[in-house]
């Protein structure tokens, strides 16, 4: 196995080894070279965004998709074509990405935290009616790192309460609950199209809907609240209601229509990537694998692991044993890292509640939005998932088996050797993922 390398022996793993996503080849590049030699780069209606809409809706089996410039700008979109505004509480799990709670404030309305599921880390639908208030609108539920939110319970609550539901599918595009795509299951469906993203543009988002009303609401909130002349198609230039420029672009939909064509292959390598890791990582003592729900296709945005020391019977908390078990693995090679490092709540913007320009709106509209108070410890699975995740990076496509197997060689060498893994722990060393890998060429 050989001396480790945070002790100064041969990592496992070259950087130059593992490759970055998205993969980008010879038919990305000639979907945007259609569009640099066509009579469009813009344009809500314009022919790359209009096509890619349509498939969009026709992958995920829903009547109304409509392309944007985020994922937030989705969310959005998606929040005030509900009619959701001042006053209103929206249900949004405590262990996410700030845009899902942040599309709420910018909503004008008002985020309240449901703690998580300690095995799946999605939003756990026991806690969900002690949070419901008469103000309260709408669920968020997120599918997070892949994996879709329990989506019958969930719906049930929403049902019985009256409740929207809009997915924050952002991190999930063809994951699958009991045989249905996500992104089927709300009132709307945001989708990410970040450059990290399993279907990625750069930069861009989707929101699909069935419910014609909210698709108009939701046309005329994309451009300025512009309407579009019936006869015409024209433009009429008069803002009926107060919208937002979250158009996408040509370019952007141009190379999103190229990788969608190869979503599915690249969500199973990413599957098969990630099942080898859960394979071999779960023999490991201290190491947790993501669980995954029988029924539940999890198409891995992300891949995380948990470090329990206790189950090496140390006696070391779990934030000291992980930082050094990053520091360690990182010096093998192995792309690790945190990524939330504290629930949302937790956040700076939540604990001074400052809001739009430092006015303390939304909260200051209503006396329960003033009484809020967002602690971090509130939520306790979110916490305690925070101080012991660690993310596994380079397992999605072009990297495949073989750099699994460094991977897996990488942790049971860290594994073997854990007193000079603890030795280390406290030296100043890297033990964070930069997010920037090498290109395929
Ligand atoms: C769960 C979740 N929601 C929303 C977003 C926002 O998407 P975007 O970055 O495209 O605005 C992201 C992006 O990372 C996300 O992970």
């Not at 009303?213 to 609240?225: E, I, K, Q, V």
Request: net charge negative.
């Amino acid at each position: 196995m050989g001396t480790l390398a945070v002790d100064g022996g041969k990592p496992v793993v070259r950087l130059e080894e593992i490759k970055q996503w998205p993969v980008i080849d010879e038919r990305d590049k000639a979907a945007v070279m259609r569009v640099l030699e066509s009579d469009y780069i813009c344009g809500g209606d314009a022919p790359e965004a209009t096509a890619l809409e349509k498939e969009w809706r026709e992958y995920v089996g829903r009547q109304f998709c409509l392309t944007t410039n985020s994922g937030t700008a989705a969310l959005h979109m998606a929040l005030a074509a509900l009619g959701i505004g001042p006053g209103d509480e929206v249900l949004v799990p405590a262990y996410t990405f700030l845009a899902s709670a942040s599309c709420v404030l910018h909503a004008n309305a008002i985020p309240v935290f449901v703690d998580i599921d300690r095995r799946t880390y999605t939003m756990e639908p026991s806690q969900i009616e002690a949070k419901i208030s008469e103000r309260t609108r709408a669920i968020i539920p997120v599918h997070l790192h892949g994996l879709s939110a329990d989506m019958d319970e969930i719906l049930k609550i929403a049902r019985k309460h009256d409740l929207f539901v809009v997915e924050d599918a952002c991190q999930a595009h063809g994951a699958e609950f009991k045989g249905k795509k996500v992104g089927t299951f709300g009132d709307l469906a945001a989708f990410s199209l970040n450059s990290s993203k399993n279907l990625c543009a750069g930069e861009g988002g989707l929101l699909v809907m069935d419910n014609h009303d909210y698709y108009m609401r939701a046309s005329m909130l994309r451009m300025f609240g512009d309407e579009i002349d019936d006869e015409t198609k024209l433009r009429v230039y008069n803002a009926s209601i107060l919208g937002y420029m979250y158009r996408n672009q040509e370019l952007p939909a141009a190379f999103t229509r190229a990788q969608l064509q190869r979503l599915d292959e690249y969500n199973n390598a990413r599957i098969k990537n990630c099942n080898y890791l859960t394979e071999h990582l779960s023999g490991i003592k201290g190491v947790h694998v993501p669980y995954i729900p029988d029924h539940y296709k999890h198409v891995y945005w992300m891949y995380i692991i948990e470090f329990y020391p206790e189950e090496l019977g140390l006696s070391i908390s779990p934030e000291e044993f992980r930082v050094g078990m990053e520091k360690a693995l990182f010096a093998e090679g192995v792309q690790v890292g945190q990524w939330q490092t504290m629930p949302v709540p937790a956040q700076d913007l939540f604990q001074t509640k400052k809001g739009i320009s430092s006015s303390g709106f939304p909260w200051n509209y209503t006396d329960r939005g003033r009484a809020i108070v967002y602690r971090g410890e509130d939520y306790p699975n979110s916490t305690d998932l925070c101080r012991r995740y660690t993310t596994v990076n380079g397992f999605q496509p072009p990297n495949g088996i073989d750099l699994m197997k460094k991977y897996v060689a990488a942790f049971e060498k860290v594994f073997a050797n854990i007193d000079i893994v603890l030795k280390h722990k406290n030296d100043n060393l890297p033990s964070h993922f930069s997010g920037r890998l090498f290109r395929a060429k």
